[in-house]
């Protein structure tokens, strides 16, 4: 774990200590609201047997505590880069969009990564993804992307912190019993994964979880 990984890890650790309630995710943020899709990058986790395995054992202790929304592991996924709602943006912009990934990504390699521990923050729990670098740089030639398309592109650059959410904050629960559980969670081994490519998604948030349609991939060939 680089340097930069590990002090985020211990910052929001000790931020969740001091944090009484949990703050309840699915309020509707600006422009979303029911049946609505938004374009978005995603790595999502479809084929990944060792990471659901991990996934469910961890779901498992966490089933039991009030406040929490499991996820499910089809709905596992690292949010990378937004576009924009689905009935906002042209699809000949999209369509560009993509042609400009597909050849930028193409020259990055797969990425390796290691999921855990399990890191949590008032609207959920997730685990941290190492290396940052390496999704980093897919996260930039997804950005270059857009940029290449749109003169302004969506999402700040900086603050992006990369993670798989297993729980979302279902309700403004009490922390102290999740903090507990997690004491002892946080110290399991990580998991491995290998990803091959970056999936532009129509995501909507319905029923209290995410679930999208892939609309194009862009591989990962370097």
Same mark, same amino acid.
């Given at each position: 774990?680089?340097? !930069?990984?590990?002090?985020?890890? /211990?910052?929001?650790?000790?931020?969740?200590?001091?944090?009484?309630?949990?703050?309840?995710?699915?309020?509707? /943020?600006?422009?979303?609201? #029911?049946? /609505?899709?938004?374009?978005?990058?995603?790595?999502?986790?479809?084929?990944?047997? #060792?990471?659901?395995?991990?996934?469910?054992?961890?779901?498992?202790?966490?089933?039991?505590?009030?406040?929490?929304?499991?996820?499910?592991?089809?709905?596992?996924?690292?949010?990378?880069?937004?576009?924009?709602?689905?009935?906002?943006?042209?699809?000949?912009?999209?369509? #560009?969009?993509?042609?400009?990934?597909?050849?930028?990504? #193409?020259?990055?390699?797969?990425?390796?990564?290691?999921?855990?521990?399990?890191?949590?923050?008032?609207?959920?729990?997730?685990?941290?993804?190492?290396?940052?670098?390496?999704?980093?740089?897919?996260?930039?030639?997804?950005?270059?992307?857009?940029?290449?398309?749109? !003169?302004?592109?969506?999402?700040?650059?900086?603050?992006?912190?990369?993670?798989? =959410?297993?729980?979302?904050?279902?309700?403004?629960?009490?922390?102290?019993?999740?903090?507990?559980?997690?004491?002892?969670?946080?110290?399991?081994?990580?998991?491995?994964?290998?990803?091959?490519?970056?999936?532009?998604?129509?995501? !909507?948030?319905?029923? /209290? =979880?995410? !679930?999208?349609?892939?609309?194009?991939?862009?591989?990962?060939?370097?």
């Amino acid at each position: 774990m680089s340097s !930069r990984e590990l002090t985020s890890l /211990r910052q929001r650790w000790t931020a969740y200590q001091n944090l009484p309630t949990l703050t309840e995710h699915w309020y509707w /943020r600006p422009g979303w609201h #029911a049946g /609505r899709h938004f374009y978005t990058w995603h790595l999502t986790f479809h084929d990944q047997p #060792a990471l659901h395995h991990h996934v469910t054992y961890l779901q498992q202790q966490l089933a039991p505590l009030p406040g929490l929304d499991l996820v499910p592991l089809d709905g596992l996924h690292l949010t990378t880069q937004g576009i924009g709602f689905t009935d906002d943006v042209p699809d000949n912009d999209i369509n #560009a969009i993509v042609a400009e990934a597909r050849q930028r990504c #193409a020259a990055l390699p797969p990425l390796k990564l290691s999921l855990g521990p399990v890191d949590p923050d008032p609207e959920g729990i997730g685990l941290l993804v190492q290396p940052w670098a390496a999704v980093d740089r897919v996260r930039a030639a997804v950005r270059a992307s857009i940029a290449a398309v749109w !003169r302004t592109v969506p999402e700040p650059a900086d603050g992006f912190r990369p993670h798989v =959410t297993i729980a979302y904050s279902g309700a403004p629960a009490p922390t102290a019993p999740i903090r507990t559980q997690l004491a002892e969670l946080r110290h399991l081994p990580t998991v491995t994964a290998t990803i091959s490519e970056v999936s532009l998604i129509a995501l !909507r948030r319905d029923d /209290r =979880t995410y !679930r999208w349609t892939t609309v194009a991939t862009a591989p990962l060939n370097g």
